[in-house]
């Protein structure tokens, strides 16, 4: 891809004067960029071998508070360094920064240099492995949606939040008229992207105002979570250069549709689609049914992941395209997991129930646990559902509150065996600080409807 380069690319690019700043970048839990700026000479020359951070990174909430219950880390044990560890593989331009690059990091224990088990990177890669040695390798892509807002980020925090106006004025859904005035934010995202060597597929108009959907082309599953991760900072940062602001929050307003990210998943072996099976039905293969069955039974388990706020939890209504029954359908938009690719070699899976606030990572890997439990289990997969699932009594509901979602985590067993009980242990945490944070707040909606009439 171009936009991508090695590291002796870098250097050239350094001793020609062209780049000047290198961005050295990890994933925190809300799989967010986090780092430094080094000035190039400096990265080429020394810290290209590693640099450091403070341990509380991954340990904190959105508004970086260090909450108490963590293992990992506290005020008690000093809050020390992990080693930021530069993975020379994910170096790219970063073409809407002028002179600048990105490298994407491991984050690895200061004492022992062994992979933070919680970091997001390492999650993934945990699972990746265990998917090798079983002979396959995950595809997947993951579709973000979010919003464009008329005005910048800090006229919108100045106002408090308030009077929120979408880009747009009504349901954009593949128009193309509307997303043409909105080509001044657009067209430099899908272009800088592909330009720092993102495979970018399209932006469409989502269904709703002022709501977008951004494709990436489906990668092996790092990949695949780094581009997302990449892309997300991208559509910020783009947006704010362009006076705009977006968000990924899933559901800023309860009258409107939220924003989600499916999740679109294969399994390959030698590079030939192992989901594919051309007598089979709907060309599915036996691997692909015990996967699904895995994926749909572990679910609830696996919901917070998918769903990591007491925000994400309103985005799971009734006829707004969001699912919220663990069941699966083909090509039919009302379950959690719908059959895409029907009879073709693209044969595969999505998942409809993470939001837009998901971390890809984590979301990824505790998929792939489960289609991996499916497979080593040899689980069976019940027939396909049809018709509007919604109202489907039998189906199984997802958890429906973030306090019901961080329960099904704390329990379940098969999470504990796939990724440790370090990594639930630490999740689970971060699941109920967000949950206390939110019950100590007085709302809007509470003074609006007691403060006269209670
Ligand atoms: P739709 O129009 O229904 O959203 P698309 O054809 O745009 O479907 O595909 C959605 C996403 O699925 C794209 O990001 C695409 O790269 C990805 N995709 C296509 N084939 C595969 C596959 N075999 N495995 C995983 N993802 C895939």
Not at 306 to 312: G, K, Q
Not at 391 to 416: C, G, N, V, W
Request: glycine share 6%; with cysteine.
């Amino acid at each position: 891809m171009p936009g991508t380069l090695t590291f002796d690319d870098l250097k050239s690019r350094v001793a020609d004067g062209s780049i000047d700043t290198v961005l050295v970048c990890f994933v925190d839990m809300q799989g967010r960029l986090m780092g430094k700026r080094f000035h190039a000479v400096n990265f080429v020359e020394t810290s290209f071998k590693e640099t450091h951070c403070c341990n509380y990174l991954l340990a904190t909430d959105l508004e970086m508070a260090t909450p108490d219950g963590y293992a990992s880390t506290s005020w008690q044990a000093g809050y020390g360094d992990y080693i930021m560890a530069p993975d020379l593989g994910t170096i790219r331009l970063v073409p809407w920064l002028a002179g600048t690059a990105m490298v994407l990091c491991d984050l690895l224990d200061h004492h022992t240099h062994e992979p933070v088990p919680h970091s997001p990177r390492a999650v993934l890669k945990k699972q990746i492995k265990r998917l090798a040695a079983l002979g396959y390798e995950a595809k997947m892509a993951t579709e973000l949606e979010f919003f464009l807002f008329e005005k910048s980020l800090n006229e919108i925090r100045k106002e408090g939040f308030r009077n929120l106006q979408p880009i747009s004025g009504y349901n954009e859904d593949y128009h193309i008229f509307q997303t043409t005035k909105e080509e001044d934010v657009m067209r430099p995202i899908r272009n800088h992207l592909f330009a720092a060597g993102l495979p970018i597929e399209n932006t469409k108009g989502e269904a709703e105002a002022g709501q977008e959907e951004l494709n990436i082309r489906y990668s092996p599953a790092l990949d695949c979570a780094d581009y997302h991760s990449i892309a997300k900072h991208a559509v910020k940062e783009i947006a704010w250069q362009n006076g705009r602001a977006a968000t990924f929050m899933p559901k800023w307003d309860k009258d409107r549709v939220g924003s989600s990210s499916h999740v679109h998943q294969s399994l390959w072996k030698d590079d030939e689609a192992a989901f594919y099976d051309k007598p089979a039905k709907h060309g599915m293969s036996e691997l692909m049914s015990h996967y699904m069955a895995g994926l749909i039974n572990y679910a609830p388990d696996y919901t917070y992941f998918l769903a990591p706020y007491v925000n994400s939890y309103k985005r799971f209504a009734r006829g707004t395209f969001a699912p919220t029954k663990t069941v699966w359908s083909v090509d039919n938009r009302t379950a959690g997991f719908r059959l895409c690719g029907e009879n073709t070699k693209g044969v595969r899976v999505e998942c409809r129930i993470g939001g837009s606030d998901l971390n890809p990572y984590l979301a990824q890997a505790a998929m792939l646990a489960a289609g991996i439990k499916g497979i080593e289990d040899k689980m069976k997969l019940a027939p396909a559902t049809t018709g509007d699932i919604y109202e489907d009594a039998k189906a199984a509901d997802i958890p429906q509150t973030l306090r019901a979602a961080t329960e099904t985590l704390r329990k379940s067993k098969f999470l504990r065996e796939a990724l440790g009980d370090d990594v639930v242990d630490h999740y689970t945490r971060a699941a109920e600080w967000e949950q206390e944070e939110f019950d100590r707040v007085v709302t809007d909606w509470e003074i609006a409807r007691g403060f006269e009439r209670a």
